[in-house]
């Protein structure tokens, strides 16, 4: 079984965002920067696929700035065998643009599996799994929370609006991983000190122009000071008329 | 001049709400590039609800017709949408930010090898260009973008864009496609609990967090759901889903579900920053809770102090009696 498992560094979930001072990017002084949470699940899902095959190699490919390179040695330390980053100051704005750099490292790879987390819960583009897959011309299913294979077929499950698509597909294939698709291990003290010693390449990413072209990043539109109505049960008829008559929400 | 393609959805044959959201944010754009809205579904034959599409700003609705397209089927769905937008040189395609347009947006923009801006909360025309605006990290911030490939791609978020009805009536044709066999295929669709309402995309959301002490009492928030007569969902936070109290689907915040519906009540949830990441865009909020100096007082716009297993019940009640 041969993996890939496409990652990101992003910033922490407790992060306050805090605009740069080109007023279109991430301030990033004081922010922790993690692995990708959804990439935890592809990272964890590729481990146990390899597990289970009782062979095989699993690569995590980032595209990011020179730090990446320790959001991979996460995902080594988790089990992944090598690492490979492109490395670019900055990811594209454009998704796109993405997708065809690690298309283009992905394509000779006689992947099995080519896994991403569904989305990274910075720029929340949740695009660039699908691109990839339509690049490669690779069958694709997205945001699955549960994964059966069987030789070279397999069924997924995606949660769909009040409900869930099972989905069948051959491999090899694209997937992206949702939250409940597995529970994510800790590196061990071990897989730490054997990750520093795994393969990282680093290679220079290239991009073309790309058809996004940021105007501005601004804060969120504050919210009107909120008031506390009372307390208790008694409260509730109160709540009532506010929202009937200044909310008009009832 | 040029014109925008509305991608909806259907589901059993009839069109989902969110597709009138699709075509009131078309209109939009359609409006700005001085052209008009061609509603596209896709089905395996006649979609209902397609009639009343006009009054929301579609000027043509076009069936495209596939046996295979009763459910969706992915690759079937991109080449059916490519090939319309290519064939008649849209300036935009707007899709819902939903489970399918998810999936099928990035695939679209990939083939026509164009930018998708996905999840908008806004869309503009500037200067002939698409403009749009959309929440990142969780809605923290926002990032306004300009799309300067052709056509803009762009998913919008459910809940946002308020259909606007117009006194207009669209004409329809229906076509059959060709769409290849697709290797991917949905072989069934395991519905939810009868009448169980999304979170994204239910008009009313109340979520519950660790203030419940317990899974089972999540059973009050589900009555007061049931209380508002089929327009609420159930929602929860990251520690009670962290939990396994409740389900992944039902998570609001950064690592779950980002939701604006035009109610969200929270119960019981202290407020973590990545919680109100995911809520902030409700249209009204209402917390309840025990403390205070909870960070959730400080975004909601009416807070009840208290012992929620009380205040809960009697809202209920209250509710009921409205609908009665």
């Not at chain 1, 922790?32 to 289970?52: G, M, S, T």
């Not at chain 1, 804060?219 to 200044?246: K, T, Y």
Request: with cysteine.
């Amino acid at each position: 079984m041969k993996i890939a498992v496409c990652i990101k560094r992003v910033a922490d979930s407790e992060t306050r965002v805090k605009i740069g001072p080109d007023g279109k990017s991430l301030d990033e002084a004081g922010v922790k920067f993690v692995l990708n949470p959804y990439d935890e699940f592809a990272v964890e899902e590729a481990l146990r696929r390899k597990e289970a095959a009782g062979a095989g190699e699993i690569a995590v490919i980032a595209l990011g700035p020179a730090a990446a390179q320790e959001t991979i040695r996460t995902a080594l330390a988790m089990g992944a065998d090598r690492g490979v980053l492109l490395q670019a100051d900055r990811v594209p704005a454009d998704g796109l643009e993405t997708a065809k750099a690690l298309a283009a490292e992905l394509k000779a790879g006689g992947w099995d599996l080519i896994l991403f987390g569904k989305m990274a819960i910075d720029d929340y583009n949740h695009q660039v799994g699908p691109m990839v897959a339509e690049l490669l011309g690779l069958p694709c299913v997205t945001s699955i929370g549960h994964l059966e294979l069987a030789g070279r077929k397999g069924v997924a499950e995606r949660e769909v609006e009040g409900g869930l698509e099972v989905v069948e597909f051959p491999l090899p294939v694209v997937l992206t991983a949702d939250k409940g698709l597995n529970e994510p291990r800790y590196p061990a003290l071990k897989g730490i000190m054997a990750a520093k010693k795994k393969p990282l390449e680093v290679k220079a990413a290239t991009f073309g122009p790309g058809g996004v072209e940021v105007l501005a990043m601004l804060p969120p539109p504050a919210r009107q000071e909120g008031r506390i109505v009372g307390e208790g049960a008694a409260a509730v008829p109160e709540l009532i008329r506010l929202l009937r008559e200044e909310a008009k929400v009832l | 001049m040029s014109n925008v393609l509305a991608v909806l959805e259907q589901r059993d044959g009839t069109l989902r709400k969110v597709s009138h959201e699709v075509v009131t944010g078309a209109r939009r754009l359609a409006d700005g590039l001085g052209g008009t809205v061609e509603a596209l579904v896709l089905g395996a034959g006649a979609v209902r609800g397609t009639d009343a599409l006009g009054s929301f700003g579609a000027d043509t609705v076009v069936t495209a017709t596939n046996p295979a397209f009763a459910r969706y089927a992915p690759e079937g769905f991109t080449q059916a949408v490519a090939e319309r937008a290519k064939a008649s040189g849209f300036g935009a395609v707007v899709f819902a930010a939903s489970a399918t347009g998810k999936d099928l947006a990035p695939r679209v923009a990939a083939t026509l090898g164009v930018a998708l801006a996905a999840d908008a909360t806004d869309v503009a025309v500037e200067g002939g260009k698409v403009v749009v605006t959309r929440p990142i990290y969780a809605g923290k911030a926002l990032l306004k973008v300009k799309l300067t490939t052709q056509p803009a791609v762009v998913s919008l978020r459910p809940n946002v864009f308020t259909p606007v009805e117009r006194p207009k009536a669209g004409a329809a044709q229906a076509v059959s496609v060709d769409a290849p066999a697709g290797r991917v295929t949905v072989k069934e669709i395991k519905a939810a609990e009868a009448g169980a309402l999304d979170v994204a995309e239910a008009p009313i959301v109340i979520s519950g967090g660790r203030g419940l002490k317990e899974p089972a009492n999540f059973k009050l928030l589900e009555e007061l759901a049931r209380a508002f007569g089929g327009k609420a969902a159930v929602g929860a936070s990251r520690a009670v889903v962290d939990a396994g109290w409740r389900p992944h689907a039902d998570q609001v915040g950064q690592t779950g579900k980002t939701v604006s519906p035009s109610l969200y009540i929270a119960v019981g949830i202290s407020g973590a920053i990545q919680h109100l990441a995911g809520m902030r865009t409700s249209k009204t909020i209402v917390a309840i809770n025990k403390d205070k100096d909870a960070p959730i007082f400080k975004v909601a716009d009416y807070g009840i102090v208290g012992d929620l297993f009380e205040i809960v019940p009697k809202l209920a009640e209250e509710i009921r009696k409205l609908h009665g």
